[in-house]
Antibody, heavy 122, light 111 residues
């Protein structure tokens, strides 16, 4: 069974930093690109970042570029999101999601974690 | 960035009745491999989103056949042939071809 379990969320002051983790199990982690997607309270879904299998290709939404860094540790089957210079508008549930497309074209989020809540507030 | 527009914003349906959601993209989602890179997701109350339809018309594993996706180019539709109580939630389409991936604003389906 595919499982994605996020952790590391919490309350942080504006300008602060936080590191999210996602522990993956039930599939061959090195085969799939991985993603972070967020959802502000009561709002829709926003793709945040993607990292390819060997971390060769990394992409960010413009809203987080320069502040967030995605990484993965294939030996630990884990995905990370280091967040700096956090703003109130970064407040959201952050989901880890697997890209079910094995290849270079498109993305398909076929498995999602339950999410971890990040609250940026003074 | 590609703009993705969903309609309606909300939908109230009686059990057993059909439902239809529209999704329009500002750019074609047809790739040279012949597939349309448009996905549909359902977020049930209190849950994470789940994949319903991929490549415009393919049901994800375990998705009942009352769900169907269609469309081409920039216009796509999700149809539920006979809505059941378990289908309530927010439906999102997403353009899956271009980076950044953009989700539609969502359609809330209520019974």
């Amino acid at each position: 069974e595919v499982r994605l379990v996020e952790s590391g969320g919490g309350l942080v002051k504006p300008g602060g930093s936080l590191r999210l983790s996602c522990a993956a199990s039930g599939f061959t982690f090195t085969t799939y690109s991985m993603n972070w997607i967020r959802q502000a309270p009561g709002k829709g879904l926003e793709w945040v970042s993607s990292v390819s299998t060997s971390s060769d290709y990394i992409y960010y939404a413009d809203s987080v570029k320069g502040r967030f860094t995605v990484s993965r540790d294939n030996a630990k089957n884990s995905l990370y999101l280091q967040m700096h210079s956090l703003r109130a508008e970064d407040t959201a549930v952050y989901y880890c999601a697997r890209d079910g497309i094995v290849g270079n074209i498109g993305r398909r989020f076929d498995y999602w974690g339950r999410g971890t809540l990040v609250t940026v507030s003074s | 960035d590609v703009v993705v527009t969903q309609s309606p914003l909300s939908l109230s349906v009686r059990p057993g009745e059909p439902a239809s959601i529209s999704c329009k993209s500002s750019q074609s989602l047809l790739f040279s491999d012949g597939y349309h890179y448009l996905d549909w997701y359902l977020q049930k109350p209190g849950q994470s989103p789940q994949l319903l339809i991929y490549l415009a018309s393919n049901r994800a594993s375990g998705v009942p056949d009352r769900f169907s996706g269609s469309g081409s180019g920039t216009d796509f539709t999700l149809k539920i042939s006979r809505v059941e109580a378990e289908d309530v939630g927010v439906y999102y389409c997403m353009q899956a071809l271009h980076t950044p991936n953009i989700f539609g604003g969502g359609t809330k389906v209520e019974i």
